[in-house]
C-alpha cells in the first residue's frame, strides 16, 4: 500500500500484510548499504539513469550522476540512483522507436514501486528523454529532466563536422561518387568526437528544447553541451530542484497542460525542430489526457516564423546555439505568441523567467521575429485522400521548388524492395517522380524506422539530382533534410491509402493548399482495396513485448503510444 503521506524509505511499502514489519524489514536491508539511521529518515530522491554502454550519448553519465546526487544532499534529501532501460538510437533493431514505450512504462512503474518522493531523470538520446516524459507524466511524481547536451563539433580538412545532418551530407556525396571510400571512412572517425547527443537540431536537441519549454527541465539547460562545465552545474541545480519539490511539490500534471503543450508547438516549429518531436510531444501529452489537433498545429505554424539557424535547417550547431542565447533568446522572441502563465519545475512562471535580463544574443545565430530566418513553422501537416489523418512535411528543410508539383509514383513496397531496387541501373525513375515506400508505419515489421529519407537513386544522385520528393509512413531523422512527406496515416499495413499506390498513379502535392492527392478514382481504389491484403504477422502468433506493441502501438497522429497508456481525456 502506498502512503503518500510518509516519506523516503517509510514511502510505498511492500506488502507482508504487517506494515510495522514492513518497514522494520525495509530499513534492515537499507542498513546494509551502509546508511546511518540519520540518512535513513531523509527524503528520498530517485534518479533514474539511462547510463548504457550501448549509448554512446550518455558516456558522460557517471561523472554527471555524481553532481545530481551533489544537489540532492545539498537541498536535503538523500539521492538513490536507479537503471532503467536505456534507448540508444544507431544500436536498436528494428528502430529505437519500437522501444520507446516499454522504456516509458520501465520509468513509470519503477517511479511508483520504489519509495521515492522525487526524481531527476537522466536522458538525452533521441528517445529517451520523450520515454522518460511520458513515463513521469504517468507516474505524477515531482520530476526534472535532466538532458545529456549536445556534442561538441569536430573538423575535416578546412570543414566543420557535427553528427548527424554531415553523417547524411557525406554519405549522400559518397553515394554520387563525389566523396572516395578513402575519404568517407576519414569522415566517419571525425563525425561525432565527444559524449553528447547529436550537434545539431536534430531529435534529440529539439526534445530537449521541448523539455524546457513544457517547464520539466530547468531555465537555461536544454542546449549547454554534454562536455562543458556548465553541464554539471545544470546536474547539480537539478537534484537541488527535486530535493526542494519533496516539501513544495510541483508535479507533471500542473506543468504539461494544454498552454505548455501549445507553448512547445510554437517552439518545434520556430527550431525548425525535428518531425519525430510532433509524435513524441502527441505521446506526451496524451498521457494526461491532452489532445494535439495538426489542423491547429498548422494554424500555429501559419503565424510561427523560423528563427532558429541550425542545421539541417541553416547551417550552425548545437554549441553556436548555446553561446548565441539559447532558448531564453528563442522565447523572448515568442514572446506575443506564448502564454505566459505556464510553471516550471524551478516554481517561476515563463513571464518571470522573460522578465530577467535577457543577456547577449547572436543574431547570426537566433533570429529576432522581426527578421526571422523564414516567416512560417518548420512543419506543416498535409491532408487529403492520400492521408486522411494527416502526414507531416518539415518544410524547412526541403527544396520549395518542388512544394507545387505532381508526379508519377514509383512505388518500393518494402524496406527490402527498397534496398534491393533503389540503385538499380534500370530502375524506371526520374527526377520529376515521386518516390513512395509502403509497409514502413508503427504497425508494420518494421516498427516505424527513420526511413523516411530515401536514398536518391544512385543513377539520378550520380547525374547531381540532390532532392525529390519521398512519400511513406515512416519516420525520418531529425537531423535529416529534404522534401519529404512523412507519418503518412492511417499507415499501409493496416489498410490506408498509402497501401494501394501503385506504380505510375499521378500523385499531387501542394504545400501551399496542405494537401497530398493520390490521383485515383474512388471506384479504383475500391477495387484495389477489395484486393488487398496485409503482410502484417497476426499479433496472436507473436510474444512478449512484440506482441504487446503489436496488439496496442496508436497511429502517427495519435503519437504511436500505446491506447492503454493513453489517458481519455474524459478521465482527466
Avoid at 167 to 184: L, N, P
Avoid at 295 to 308: F, I, K, W
Avoid at 454 to 480: E, F, W, Y
Wanted: proline share 5%; aromatic share 6%; with cysteine.
Amino acid at each position: 500500500m502506498t502512503d503518500d503521506n510518509e516519506q523516503g524509505f517509510a514511502r510505498g511499502l511492500t506488502n507482508y500484510g504487517d506494515r510495522d514489519f514492513s518497514v522494520y524489514l525495509r530499513r534492515s536491508f537499507a542498513a546494509s548499504m551502509g546508511y546511518s539511521q540519520d540518512v535513513l529518515k531523509k527524503p528520498i530522491v530517485g534518479i533514474a539513469n539511462s547510463f548504457s554502454g550501448f549509448n554512446s550519448c550518455h558516456r558522460h553519465f557517471p561523472e554527471l550522476l555524481e553532481a545530481v546526487k551533489r544537489g540532492v544532499l545539498l537541498g536535503g534529501g538523500l539521492p538513490v540512483e536507479f537503471p532503467t532501460i536505456s534507448l540508444g538510437e544507431v544500436y536498436l533493431n528494428p528502430t529505437s522507436l519500437k522501444f520507446r514505450n516499454l522504456m516509458s512504462m520501465d520509468t513509470e512503474e519503477m517511479i511508483r514501486a520504489q519509495p521515492m518522493d522525487a526524481v531527476v531523470l537522466m536522458g538525452g538520446c533521441d528517445k529517451t528523454v520523450p520515454a522518460q516524459l511520458m513515463g513521469a507524466a504517468s507516474a505524477d511524481l515531482p520530476a526534472v529532466q535532466l538532458v545529456a547536451g549536445p556534442m561538441m563539433t569536430s573538423r575535416h580538412g578546412e570543414e566543420r563536422l557535427g553528427a548527424c545532418t554531415d553523417c547524411r551530407r557525406f554519405w549522400g556525396k559518397y553515394r554520387a561518387g563525389e566523396v572516395s571510400g578513402d575519404e568517407i571512412n576519414q569522415i566517419e572517425g571525425r563525425l561525432a568526437t565527444t559524449a553528447g547527443t547529436c550537434a545539431v537540431m536534430g531529435t534529440a536537441s529539439t526534445m530537449a528544447c521541448i523539455a524546457e519549454t513544457l517547464g520539466m527541465s530547468l531555465p537555461g539547460t536544454a542546449a549547454i553541451p554534454a562536455v562543458n562545465a556548465d553541464r554539471l552545474r545544470a546536474g547539480e541545480a537539478s537534484g537541488l530542484a527535486a530535493a526542494r519539490m519533496v516539501s513544495n511539490p510541483i508535479r507533471p500534471r500542473q506543468l504539461i497542460t494544454e498552454k505548455s503543450v501549445e507553448n512547445a508547438l510554437r517552439v518545434l516549429l520556430a527550431l525548425g525542430g525535428s518531425t519525430n518531436a510532433i509524435i513524441h510531444l502527441t505521446a506526451i501529452a496524451g498521457r494526461l489526457g491532452i489532445r494535439i489537433s495538426l489542423d491547429r498545429m498548422n494554424e500555429l505554424s501559419d503565424t510561427t516564423p523560423v528563427l532558429v539557424n541550425l542545421k539541417p535547417v541553416g547551417s550552425a550547431y548545437m554549441e553556436d546555439f548555446f553561446y548565441a542565447g539559447g532558448m531564453g533568446a528563442v522565447l523572448r522572441e515568442l514572446k506575443p505568441l506564448l502564454h505566459l502563465d505556464t510553471l516550471s519545475v524551478s516554481g517561476e512562471t515563463l513571464g518571470d523567467r522573460l522578465e530577467q535580463d535577457p543577456g547577449y544574443v547572436d543574431r547570426r545565430i537566433i533570429s529576432s521575429a522581426a527578421e526571422p530566418l523564414e516567416p512560417q513553422g518548420g512543419l506543416v501537416a498535409l491532408f487529403g485522400n492520400l492521408a486522411p489523418r494527416g502526414a507531416i512535411l518539415k518544410r524547412s528543410a526541403a527544396d520549395e521548388r518542388l512544394f507545387e508539383k505532381e508526379g508519377r509514383a514509383v512505388v518500393f513496397n518494402s524496406l527490402e524492395d527498397l534496398a534491393n531496387r533503389v540503385d538499380d541501373p534500370d530502375l524506371d525513375i526520374t527526377e520529376d517522380d515521386f518516390m513512395v515506400l509502403q509497409n514502413a508505419g508503427p504497425k508494420s515489421a518494421s516498427g516505424m524506422p527513420e526511413a523516411g529519407y530515401l536514398p536518391i537513386p544512385r543513377k539520378l544522385s550520380t547525374k547531381g539530382v540532390k532532392d525529390m520528393v519521398r512519400i511513406s509512413d515512416a519516420r525520418m531523422s531529425g537531423t535529416a533534410f529534404g522534401t519529404i512527406v512523412l507519418h503518412v496515416a492511417p499507415e499501409s499495413s493496416t489498410g490506408g491509402v498509402l497501401g494501394l499506390v501503385e506504380n505510375g498513379d499521378r500523385i499531387r502535392l501542394s504545400v501551399k493548399s496542405k494537401r497530398i492527392e493520390l490521383l485515383v478514382d474512388d471506384a479504383e481504389l475500391d477495387r484495389r482495396r477489395a484486393q488487398w491484403t496485409s503482410d502484417n504477422e497476426p499479433p496472436d502468433t507473436r510474444r512478449g513485448y512484440d506482441r504487446l506493441y503489436a496488439e496496442q502501438v496508436l497511429q502517427a497522429d495519435e503519437g504511436c503510444d500505446f491506447a492503454i497508456l493513453q489517458l481519455n481525456p474524459l478521465e482527466k
